[in-house]
Structure formats: structure tokens, C-alpha cells
């Protein structure tokens, strides 16, 4: 408990600065995108061999071997029928990329390898030639080479060490790209700005600073988070966009959000909550049970058998529940004091500020994740 005071005392710190810290600006680069301009995922399936016997059992991933055989069969060897190959250095293996955008054929992109059998680990493996495809099917890139994997391990006799994840890597460079993916911009005559976070108020500043910087009626707001620019000709649209994503903009101030991470028991709030004064209870309760065998030893002579039993003590604790009253603030440094005088673990900080938002206390979009 005491540990969760200094924890929640250290974030009461850290907010103070941020509510007193006053709005600065950003360049349009972090704050929208253009539409476009993207990255695009790639998928493969393919074989890793030069394993040190850590490959897949082939009795338990049968398509390890079908796609061996296929292999050989293109490469003009034929395996008889009938005849099941005991592999122990091929693991079949996923292999996915991003094609960033604009890329070229003959560029070079990292790829990411991971197992999808049983194969103990892939370290020292080479991935044989794997064709990337996109979302159409098409072939966009070309992964081969040798992978490198971040983790070490050992077993023997039962006993097993690991260090990091043996059965995924990356081959940095490894894919080669064979197909570019057009991505027109300002073909129209126009551009389109797309905001990271849809606001009304940001969108108006973006075509202000836009406005003020490029000259009047170069941007206009079609919503809360598209953006339209005029486009120049087409041998100035480069140097154009580079002054355009370096334009600073005051973005307004996000709408006030706790983020609750249900699994970890974070809790994380922005600059914008307030609380309402209201008054909570609080209080811990424990279950404590506890198992000790007991052996019951007949006498001598007796015949009997000895008899092992288990008995199990159960105690339950209930910590102190008084109403506790949390004052409303006009800060986030505020609103951290007042809950810090609660004493309550992030944990239990879940349940309170759910309490507190169902009471109209919390003055805040509670988002659970």
C-alpha cells in the first residue's frame, strides 16, 4: 500500500507540470497525415532450413513436409511415394513486411520471420526464397536470407533455459521489392490532409495556419478530420508538401478522457479531468486460506495403515471502509491530490473512479481498453 502512494504521489507530480505547462505547437507532420501516403502489410509463407535440430516434428505439422515436397518437385527432384521424411532442420515459417509507400523495385525492406509449427527454435536458419503478397494477391516483394534472432536457450534432461523469444526474428534487408504501389497525390488538383484525432477546433487551426502561411484560400475543412489543399504544378509538389508538413499548429485542447487498461490496472488520465467533491468508501478484502497436511500414524501392532490428510484454515480481513470526502479541483494536480487521499492501489483506483463516474462525480469520458 504504501509502495501505491509513492507510485500515485510520483503521478500527482508529473501532472502538475503537465496542467501548468502551457499549449505549444505542432508541426502539421505529427498532427495529420496525407491521404495516399501510406504503408501497405505483406504476407508469405515459406521454409526455414540450417536449423540445429530444432525444426518442426513433421508427424505433428504434416504441410512442413507437403511443402518440402513441392519444393523439390519445382527444383526437379522427385521424393518416391510412400516415403515419410523424418525432418528435424525445416520449420515452415510466416513472413510478413510493410511496403512503405513510394517504394521501388530493387529497394530493400525488413522483413519479420515466426514459426507457425512446432519448431523448438529458429536460430541459425536461413529462409528459403518467399514471395510477399499484398491484400490482392499480387506479388509486391521477394524475402530471402539469413535471420537473426534476439534470444538464447538450452534444455537438457528435462530442465529448459530461455532468454527472449527463440521462435520469431527478423532479417533486416531480407525481402526485395518487385513491384511499386502507385500512390497518386494531389492528382485532382487538390490534396487531402487527414488529422490523427477528428476536432473540429484543430481542423479550423490547421486551415488558419495554412491560410496564413501559403496564402488565402489554399485550405478549407471538408470535417473534423479532412483538410483540402489547393495542389501547385506538378514539378512543385515536393517542395510544397515539405513546407506544408512543417507549418506549426496550436492544436485545442483534447476533450477530458480516463483511460483505464482493464488487464494491467493502468490508469492514465489527460490534462482536461475534473472531479466534483463527493465523498467515497474505501476498503481491502482479503482471503487467506491455508493448507497444512496432517499425518495420522496408527499405533503399534495395530495393523492399520498410515493416513495423510489435509486441513485448511480460512481468515478473512477487511480493511477500514470510512467515508473518505475528495474535493472537487479545478487542475489535474487536483484531482491526483484528492485521490491519492484515498490510499488506494492503481488497482482499486479502477473500481473508485468507475464508482465516481456512474455518481457524476468524474467530469470525464471513461474509456476502458
Request: aromatic share 2%; hydrophobic share 45%; proline share 4%.
Amino acid at each position: 500500500m504504501r509502495l501505491s502512494r509513492y507510485l500515485l504521489s510520483g503521478f500527482a507530480a508529473l501532472a502538475l507540470l503537465a496542467a501548468d505547462a502551457p499549449a505549444h505547437a505542432e508541426r502539421i507532420k505529427e498532427l495529420a497525415s496525407i491521404q495516399g501516403v501510406r504503408d501497405n502489410p505483406l504476407i508469405g509463407y515459406g521454409l526455414m532450413v540450417g536449423l540445429d535440430g530444432t525444426g518442426d516434428q513433421t508427424m505433428q505439422t504434416p504441410f512442413t513436409t507437403q511443402s518440402l515436397n513441392n519444393m523439390l518437385q519445382q527444383l526437379g527432384i522427385s521424393v518416391p511415394a510412400g516415403v515419410n521424411m523424418q525432418l528435424k532442420n525445416v520449420a515452415a515459417v510466416m513472413v510478413t513486411a510493410t511496403l512503405p509507400s513510394f517504394a521501388r523495385p530493387g529497394q530493400t525492406i525488413d522483413v519479420t520471420v515466426s514459426s507457425m509449427g512446432n519448431a523448438k527454435s529458429l536460430r541459425g536458419g536461413t529462409l528459403l526464397m518467399t514471395p510477399l503478397k499484398g491484400v490482392d494477391g499480387a506479388t509486391y516483394a521477394i524475402a530471402q536470407g539469413n535471420m537473426v534472432v534476439g534470444g538464447a536457450g538450452a534444455s537438457a534432461n528435462g530442465s529448459k533455459v530461455q532468454i527472449n523469444q527463440l521462435s520469431s526474428g527478423r532479417i533486416p534487408g531480407g525481402a526485395l521489392v518487385e513491384r511499386t504501389v502507385e500512390a497518386p497525390v494531389g492528382g485532382e488538383g487538390m490534396f487531402s490532409l487527414e488529422l490523427n484525432r477528428s476536432d473540429f477546433g484543430t481542423a479550423q487551426r490547421v486551415v488558419e495556419a495554412i491560410n496564413r502561411q501559403l496564402g488565402p484560400g489554399t485550405a478549407e475543412a471538408a470535417d473534423a478530420r479532412m483538410v483540402r489543399v489547393r495542389a501547385p504544378e506538378q514539378q512543385e509538389r515536393v517542395g510544397f508538401l515539405a513546407r506544408l508538413e512543417n507549418i506549426d499548429v496550436t492544436p485545442v485542447q483534447a476533450a477530458a478522457r480516463v483511460v483505464i487498461n482493464a488487464r494491467t490496472g493502468s490508469v492514465v488520465m489527460n490534462q482536461a479531468v475534473r472531479v466534483n467533491d463527493c465523498a467515497v468508501a474505501h476498503g481491502n478484502l482479503s482471503v487467506v486460506i491455508n493448507t497444512e497436511p496432517v499425518i495420522s500414524q496408527p499405533g503399534a501392532f495395530s495393523g492399520g495403515s498410515t493416513v495423510a490428510t489435509q486441513t485448511s484454515q480460512i481468515s478473512v480481513q477487511q480493511g477500514g471502509g470510512a467515508l473518505q470526502m475528495v474535493r472537487g479541483g479545478a487542475s489535474l494536480s487536483d484531482v491526483i491530490k484528492g485521490l491519492n487521499s484515498l490510499g488506494a492501489n492503481p488497482q482499486d483506483l479502477v473500481s473508485i473512479l468507475q464508482a465516481m463516474k456512474s455518481a457524476g462525480a468524474l467530469r470525464a469520458e471513461l474509456e476502458i481498453i
